[in-house]
């Protein structure tokens, strides 16, 4: 990690929007246990994703969270799957990952900011 100060404009480029699970399925050729999501994010359409979170979520449980995802990455080769966003989540020094949602419910693509 970097403790390098981040400019506003840097920050302003990310972009971190809400988004509802649609479907979970594990993804057994992962290296670390991991889920693969598809994430509906209203306007921008659907991305898919793979995340680590398989010790505190299960598939079930999954399906219509709304998280908060950072949209703008380009697309990544995870084994033999297509990431196209990376939801964010709280990462304990034990690796477990606490998705990040917001205090109320809102329309899936809201940017964070």
Same mark, same amino acid.
């Given at each position: 990690m970097s403790n390098e *100060?981040?400019?506003w404009a840097d920050f302003e480029k990310v972009e971190i929007r809400t988004g509802t699970i649609m479907s979970?399925?594990?993804?057994? =050729? +992962?290296?670390? *246990? +991991?889920?693969?999501?598809?994430?509906?994010f209203g306007p921008l359409g659907t991305r898919r994703t793979s995340a680590q979170i398989t010790?505190?979520?299960n598939v079930a449980d999954l399906i219509g969270k709304q998280v908060v995802a950072v949209v703008n990455f380009p697309?990544? =080769?995870i +084994?033999?799957?297509m990431s196209e966003c990376l939801v964010l989540g709280a990462v304990d020094d034990d690796g477990t990952v606490t998705l990040l949602q917001t205090e109320r419910p809102t329309q899936n693509g809201v940017r964070i900011g």
């Open positions: *100060p981040l400019s979970a399925e594990p993804f057994p =050729q +992962a290296r670390k *246990p +991991a889920y693969k999501l598809t994430i509906d010790r505190l979520y697309p990544k =080769q +084994a033999t799957f």
